[in-house]
């Protein structure tokens, strides 16, 4: 079965870049998608086709799929953003999920 | 705006059937989109259940294929789940869901979730 490998966690200071990686055979040639998920929250969905944004996700939220990795990357990053974060994808006619990132923000 | 709203046991009991219906509202079943379920232990990550459209088309996840099935009310505007011969390993919170389906799947509307717990 299909497989997506996330990073447990990744730390990064406020205002600065975060880059949360999602990794799976010849993802490139798949859709990626990402959910945002704060403690005792639905996930949100923030990046949907690769670098798609939904209505209402801030620009800081950007996306990219190419080769074997997909990345979500939060630009400026807030204290607010601290939370998991969940890459997706389509596969053989099931959806698969990553394992998760917690990012934090110290 | 699109809502959905999980609803159903909070405990079920060993070897029982876990039985959930989301209740859509703001959207039409029939207008479109599949609407699925994925599950979340507790401090785990996502899993996907599975997905239907309104026409009865069903996706399910192979790893539980076997014990679930999932229908459509389009009188009533709502969706169930259905879990049969639950262990302590299927507790967790479920949430239901709108996705497409297909290569540009993605969920852009979830319920609250509602915690089961396998219990006796």
């Known amino acids: 079965s299909y497989e997506l490998t996330q990073p447990p966690s990744v730390s990064v200071s406020p205002g600065q870049t975060a880059s949360i990686t999602c990794s799976g055979d010849r993802l490139g040639d798949k859709y990626a998608s990402w959910y945002q998920q704060k403690p005792g929250q639905s996930p949100v969905v923030v990046i949907h086709?690769?670098?798609k944004r939904p209505s209402g996700i801030p620009e800081r939220f950007s996306g990219s799929n190419s080769g074997n990795t997909a990345t979500l990357t939060i630009s400026g990053t807030q204290a607010m953003d601290e939370a998991d974060y969940y890459c997706q994808a389509w596969d053989s006619s099931t959806v698969v999920f990553g394992g998760g990132t917690k990012l934090t923000v110290l | 705006q699109v809502q959905l709203q999980e609803s159903g046991p909070g405990l079920v009991k060993p070897s029982e059937t876990l039985s959930l219906t989301c209740a859509v509202s703001g959207y039409s079943i029939s207008s479109g989109y599949y609407w699925g379920w994925i599950r979340q232990p507790p401090g785990k990550g996502l899993e996907w259940i599975g997905s239907i459209f309104h026409s009865g088309t069903t996706y399910y996840n192979p790893s539980l294929k076997s014990r679930v099935t999932i229908s459509v009310d389009t009188s009533k505007n709502q969706f169930s789940l259905k879990l049969s011969s639950v262990t302590a390993a299927d507790t967790a919170v479920y949430y239901c869901?709108?996705?497409?389906?297909?290569?540009?799947?993605?969920?852009?509307?979830w319920g609250q979730g509602n915690l089961v717990t396998v219990s006796s």
């Open positions: 086709q690769d670098d």
């Open positions: 869901v709108r996705s497409l389906v297909g290569a540009t799947t993605s969920f852009d509307y």
